[in-house]
């Protein structure tokens, strides 16, 4: 029952929802209301407090590193891809996607996968990191950006030699593609708004 403990445990972590409660904190009120509705750090920078993004990026990249680094600990490692490790990495961005506390509407993953994959390991979190950031300053798009860090992070896996967990960063890869489906829609139309805009 380790995987479901720490399933469990990823869960609880990532549900935690930073950018509603800085945002809340600081006086911009509820972040649902604004842009695109999302409680991630992209939608946080339509306020125009940058701080505030930055910090709503940190914490929430923190929370799934946090939640692979206690999983690491707390749980034994057997090298296959159903491993509890596996199991809080995808519980961690489950729960920021789907928290139960917003009804199951929260943000769409990139910056809680990231930390995933520093906890991973981290070259696969520099490989994610790099894709993320070099995508962004060329396209200045996020979603195109977050879109390629995590089908690249689960490449690296595979050839950085952690195999095991290729099926996990892979179903994570789909689901962070599925969240961000309106955004390819408008990506097709090129309707898609570009970082700092504040539609």
Same mark, same amino acid.
């Given at each position: 029952?380790?995987?479901?403990? %720490?399933?469990?445990?990823?869960?609880?972590?990532g549900?935690v929802?930073?950018?509603?409660?800085?945002?809340?904190? $600081?006086?911009?009120?509820?972040?649902?209301n604004?842009g695109?509705?999302?409680?991630? $750090?992209?939608?946080?920078?339509?306020?125009?407090?940058?701080?505030?993004? %930055?910090?709503?990026?940190?914490?929430?990249?923190g929370?799934g590193?946090?939640?692979?680094?206690?999983?690491?600990?707390l749980?034994?490692?057997?090298?296959?891809a159903?491993?509890?490790?596996?199991?809080?990495?995808?519980g961690?961005?489950?729960?920021h996607?789907?928290?139960?506390?917003?009804?199951?509407?929260?943000?769409? #993953?990139?910056?809680t996968?990231?930390?995933? $994959?520093?906890?991973?390991?981290?070259?696969?979190?520099?490989?994610y990191?790099?894709?993320?950031? %070099?995508?962004?300053?060329?396209?200045?798009?996020?979603?195109v950006? #977050?879109m390629?860090?995590v089908?690249?992070?689960?490449?690296?896996?595979?050839?950085?030699g952690f195999?095991?967990?290729?099926?996990?960063? #892979?179903v994570?890869?789909?689901?962070?593609?599925w969240l961000?489906?309106?955004?390819?829609?408008?990506?097709?139309?090129?309707?898609?708004?570009?970082?700092?805009s504040k539609?």
């Amino acid at each position: 029952m380790d995987w479901l403990y %720490a399933l469990l445990l990823g869960y609880a972590l990532g549900s935690v929802p930073f950018g509603l409660l800085l945002s809340l904190a $600081a006086g911009q009120g509820d972040i649902r209301n604004i842009g695109s509705g999302n409680i991630g $750090a992209t939608n946080v920078l339509r306020t125009g407090k940058k701080g505030l993004a %930055a910090a709503t990026l940190l914490l929430d990249l923190g929370k799934g590193w946090a939640t692979v680094f206690l999983a690491w600990h707390l749980f034994p490692h057997d090298g296959l891809a159903t491993s509890p490790i596996a199991a809080a990495a995808l519980g961690a961005v489950l729960g920021h996607c789907f928290p139960l506390w917003l009804k199951f509407k929260g943000g769409k #993953g990139v910056a809680t996968n990231a930390g995933v $994959a520093f906890g991973i390991a981290w070259p696969i979190g520099l490989v994610y990191t790099g894709v993320w950031l %070099a995508v962004l300053a060329i396209f200045r798009i996020s979603s195109v950006a #977050g879109m390629s860090a995590v089908f690249a992070s689960m490449i690296a896996a595979g050839f950085l030699g952690f195999v095991e967990f290729v099926p996990v960063l #892979g179903v994570i890869a789909l689901l962070v593609t599925w969240l961000h489906r309106a955004n390819i829609s408008r990506l097709v139309k090129g309707e898609e708004p570009r970082v700092g805009s504040k539609k």
